[in-house]
């Protein structure tokens, strides 16, 4: 699948697949800036880039695993979305969890990108039909 990128600044860096299409899912978005994450306060890191996805795709911005893991770093609105019809900076929300600054460096990777396929939906009211587990919400499973 191709989609249309723009940089929007020229230092802005394409996503890319660490390991390649076969092996991974998400590319990596990397930031044009330095910034430092205060905890507690979300930023929008900018990447310089914009896309143009088809109808029925999307952009999903999730978290990287291993600053997630090791310093705390989060996408504060996982998974974000990228609309088909958005055309500005694609900018990512990150919160710092953890108890100290967290500094980005241009070009560091900070989140990944998925491009996924959507359906459209049509509502139809009326009634439902029964299920096992019925209304049973948070807990219900006995677990």
């Not at 697949?17 to 998400?26: I, K, L, S, T």
Request: charge should be negative; aromatic fraction near 4%; hydrophobic fraction near 40%.
């Amino acid at each position: 699948m191709k989609i249309r990128l723009k940089k929007l600044v020229p230092e802005a860096l394409m996503p890319e697949y660490a390991h390649g299409p076969e092996e991974d899912a998400g590319m990596d978005l990397r930031s044009i800036a330095a910034v430092v994450l205060a905890p507690g306060v979300p930023q929008a890191v900018p990447t310089g880039l914009a896309i143009e996805l088809p109808s029925g795709y999307e952009g999903q911005v999730r978290p990287r695993s291993g600053i997630a893991l090791k310093h705390a770093i989060l996408v504060a609105n996982t998974p974000g979305t990228i609309d088909p019809g958005y055309r500005g900076e694609i900018r990512v929300i990150l919160l710092n969890a953890g108890a100290s600054d967290y500094k980005i460096e241009k070009g560091d990777r900070i989140a990944q990108l998925v491009i996924a396929r959507y359906e459209p939906v049509e509502w139809e009211e009326s009634e439902l039909n029964e299920s096992a587990r019925g209304a049973g919400g948070f807990g219900s499973s006995g677990r």
